[in-house]
């Protein structure tokens, strides 16, 4: 079990719950930003402690044009209550122009069947909200040649289901993968100078 701690919160990154439901540590971390600033564009962005790391950065490095409310969380797909957590979430937000979604670096019991099956019933379920909705892919695994190769699959599945409901993708893998320098020690996540080159990526997807 590796972790990284940082301004914000420590996150946990669970190396040891290949067979189990729910990892040794689970967690939520949400966020609404500027929540009195009704001008901007909002967004929301659902992910895990990457998308933690990287929402402010998002928010700042456009100039709070684009402010970016968060749901982080450990929650695999198949987990209960990652649905009705999300809907308090999202009822609780003033506004929403857009939905960012990212699941891959938990859950790892699911098969790439389960996962499909999984995703694919959170995307109908995201859709409800009747907003646009970017796909935003799994950031690799350094440090874990078999975690590696569950995340390439499950971006590929993720990409699949893009195209059958014609959702853009935000490839945040290509970024990671190309600038691998930037990957913290525990090959998870990353520095300050990583964090904001995916932040970059995801202001010019969205732009």
Not at 23 to 44: G, S
Not at 58 to 70: A, P
Request: glycine share 4%; proline share 2%; net charge negative.
């Amino acid at each position: 079990m590796l972790s990284r701690g940082d301004s914000m919160s420590e996150f946990i990154y669970e190396t040891n719950t290949i067979s189990k439901i729910l990892e040794d540590y689970e967690w939520d971390n949400v966020w609404w930003e500027q929540t009195n600033n009704e001008t901007a564009k909002r967004i929301l962005y659902i992910g895990d402690s990457i998308s933690c790391g990287t929402r402010r950065l998002v928010t700042s490095l456009s100039k709070s044009e684009i402010l970016c409310d968060g749901f982080g969380t450990s929650k695999a797909l198949d987990n209960p209550h990652f649905k009705p957590s999300l809907e308090l979430f999202m009822k609780q937000q003033s506004k929403c122009d857009a939905i960012l979604f990212n699941n891959g670096l938990h859950g790892w019991h699911l098969s790439d069947e389960e996962y499909e099956k999984y995703y694919d019933e959170m995307l109908l379920f995201l859709r409800k909200a009747e907003k646009p909705i970017f796909i935003v892919l799994t950031t690799d695994v350094v440090m874990n040649q078999s975690h590696n190769e569950i995340v390439k699959a499950r971006n590929e599945i993720a990409k699949g289901l893009a195209r059958k409901y014609h959702f853009p993708v935000i490839d945040l893998h290509t970024v990671a993968s190309n600038n691998a320098e930037y990957h913290d020690p525990d090959g998870v996540h990353f520095n300050a100078k990583g964090y904001e080159l995916l932040a970059k990526c995801i202001l010019e997807s969205i732009a």
